[in-house]
């Protein structure tokens, strides 16, 4: 059994390089969990971490309270990350600035390269800002679109786009 639970355990982490799609050397980098508690389930290929989780790959970071990995044959394919808040950051190239998303769910879809953060979502990137109660970011089309809560609470989207400076 112990050598079974390596051997999954390092498949997972085998499949983690397909997670940073951002920077090219970010699939180069190690990978490093951390964690208070880890529980794999070999049937379903899922595996929970509990207590201040923590994934880092070059400049992806997932941080929340639990973290979910899914994972197939082909590696990681959905990370789903809850917190008060969640957290997820990546440098899309090296020309943007970091991409940091905050929310109490994150459910990250490896394969499409789509974060949808839900409750008390916000996606900082630079100085800009969008918040909402769902946020779905694209990260390979870098597209951002941030919804309203469907409630009586009436939250709205907001944005808050800063002025690009004028060349001198």
Excluded: W
Excluded at 42 to 48: L, P
Excluded at 55 to 60: F, K, P
């Amino acid at each position: 059994m112990c050598n079974n639970l390596k051997a999954i355990l390092l498949t997972t982490l085998l499949g983690l390089p397909l997670l940073a799609q951002a920077l090219p050397e970010d699939r180069q980098q190690p990978i490093r969990i951390s964690a208070d508690r880890a529980t794999l389930n070999e049937r379903t290929g899922i595996t929970v971490y509990t207590g201040n989780v923590e994934i880092v790959q070059g400049t992806m970071v997932i941080r929340g309270a639990r973290v979910e990995l899914h994972r197939s044959d082909a590696g990681v394919q959905r990370i789903i990350s809850t917190g008060k808040p969640a957290q997820f950051q990546q440098q899309p190239s090296h020309d943007q600035p970091l991409t940091k998303a905050y929310g109490e769910r994150m459910d990250y879809r490896v394969n499409q390269q789509e974060v949808t953060i839900t409750r008390s979502a916000r996606v900082d990137q630079g100085q800009d800002s969008f918040t909402g109660e769902r946020i779905v970011y694209n990260m390979e089309k870098a597209i951002v679109n941030a919804f309203g809560s469907d409630s009586e609470s009436g939250q709205r989207v907001q944005m808050v786009i800063q002025p690009k400076p004028e060349d001198k």
